[in-house]
């Protein structure tokens, strides 16, 4: 009996000092390193599950300068006008658009699908405003198209005043924006015209070729497998991105929105996948994260409006 309870006694305290070195294993396992953003807000989904794998104030009511063009492409297509009508480029509805240069001459003539295509690869504003101006009942018509659509997707905390991004009076946040990415995902054309690398369009009255290129950089790097893309900017907005694509061989949508520095929106989606494939951190500059914080505190203006 004695040596029963014995080999009793040392097997419970064999098993009470596994456990302790599995629980002290456990406490001592370092947690994974968090990847920093230059973006004052983020976001990264799982287009599957729906699961959020990244996110850096998603909530954030920010200007999202020409992201709105997404929009402006739905709700264009939505209205079923004939893709290949030959429209006249005119901006005059759009007071954001007074002063501002563009290559594309006001009065010249494309198609409607031209002007979807140069508004979405290359952010051409003149384009944008011309489909506004094309559609029925002129831009007042279709900026409250725009509002409609954004309330029906359950963009709650987005508005929008004009459709080229010009305003900084557009404002949205990562989380509205990944509904609107995701909505327009089921509009081939966007996703055809929004990650062409590059294109040379015809104009006429008069004739005459342009040469465009996207905005966004990394629709022409073999690392990246991009289904959607649209890149924007402005002083108020600051360096703006959104994307379907893949990260770690997960379909996602990324939101990025407020960065410092030409490509620093391109480089945090290097970062966030870097991070999402390897584990590995990849540092943010000083001077991208001391104007994050500047711009966080400018920004706090926005939350109320």
Request: hydrophobic fraction near 45%; include cysteine.
């Amino acid at each position: 009996m004695n040596l029963f309870v014995n080999i009793r006694h040392s097997i419970v305290s064999l098993l009470l000092v596994c456990s302790g070195l599995v629980v002290s294993t456990l406490q001592a396992a370092p947690a994974k390193p968090q990847q920093e953003l230059a973006a004052g807000s983020a976001l990264l989904i799982d287009l599957k599950t729906g699961q959020e794998l990244y996110s850096s104030n998603p909530d954030l009511r920010l200007p999202v300068a020409s992201v709105t063009k997404l929009m402006t492409a739905m709700v264009a297509l939505d209205a079923k006008l004939p893709l290949d009508e030959v429209l006249p480029i005119t901006i005059r509805d759009t007071a954001e658009m007074q002063g501002v240069f563009s290559r594309v001459r006001i009065g010249s003539e494309i198609s409607r699908r031209q002007m979807l295509h140069l508004a979405l690869m290359a952010s051409e504003n003149r384009a944008a405003a011309s489909l506004a101006h094309h559609y029925p009942g002129g831009h007042g018509a279709f900026v409250a198209a725009m509002n409609t659509k954004a309330k029906a997707l359950g963009m709650h905390n987005s508005r929008f005043v004009e459709p080229t991004g010009m305003s900084e009076r557009n404002v949205s946040t990562a989380r509205d924006l990944a509904l609107m990415i995701k909505a327009a995902q089921q509009y081939p054309l966007i996703g055809q015209f929004s990650t062409d690398s590059e294109v040379t369009m015809a104009f006429r009255k008069p004739n005459y070729t342009l040469g465009f290129r996207n905005t966004n950089a990394l629709v022409r790097k073999a690392d990246w497998d991009i289904d959607l893309s649209k890149t924007g900017f402005t002083n108020a907005a600051g360096r703006c991105l959104v994307m379907l694509t893949s990260m770690n061989r997960r379909p996602v949508a990324f939101v990025v929105l407020g960065a410092f520095g030409k490509y620093t929106h391109m480089a945090d989606a290097n970062r966030l996948k870097r991070w999402m494939e390897t584990g590995k951190v990849t540092p943010v500059p000083a001077a991208a994260l001391s104007y994050k914080r500047q711009k966080l505190a400018e920004w706090s203006q926005y939350a109320g409006q």
